[in-house]
């Protein structure tokens, strides 16, 4: 099953990309996507999109995003990454914002904006953000030993702090 699984995610790409031998695609699809389950789940989004392999929608599910990479570096010419919608580049899309995939540059980007330490109330740099509340890096550094207790908190559970006697 899982040898049809593969069979079937290869015809696909090789269809699109005559640039790189169906042997190598298929090392490239075992290497990328090691996990049956991932290799199913890729097939079924080909299947429903094949026009992925070439629009370079962000909507690319990460091990597609990483078998086109590497059959890019392998000569493929017809291939594409997705790209980022905010800075438009070609690229894998390894973050999150707002709900969509980003690149790395731009996620840093976003990292950097100035907000109001919900601690200490200073205009900052974002250093964390915890729920709703963003903090800066010097408070975020400083409330590190009480992180275990602000996510059990969050969470809606106890910490115990001593162990009963027996």
Known sequence: MTEGVTAAVV?????VERGV?????????AAKASKHAHRVRL????????????????SMPRVLQRIIEALID??????????????????LLPEHLDGRPICSTCYGRARKRTITCHRCGRERRLGSAFGDADY??????DMYDDAEAMFLDAAGLALRTSIPPP
Do not use: F, K, Q, Y
């Open 11 to 15: 015809e696909l790409i090789g269809s």
């Open 74 to 91: 392998a000569g493929a010419t017809t291939l594409r990454l997705p790209r980022c919608p905010r800075c438009g580049a070609e690229r």
């Open 43 to 58: 097939l079924g989004h080909l299947r429903d999109d094949p026009g992925v392999l070439v629009s370079g929608a962000d």
């Open 136 to 141: 800066c890096g010097a408070c975020w550094r």
């Open 21 to 29: 031998s169906a042997v190598r695609i298929e090392a490239v699809v």
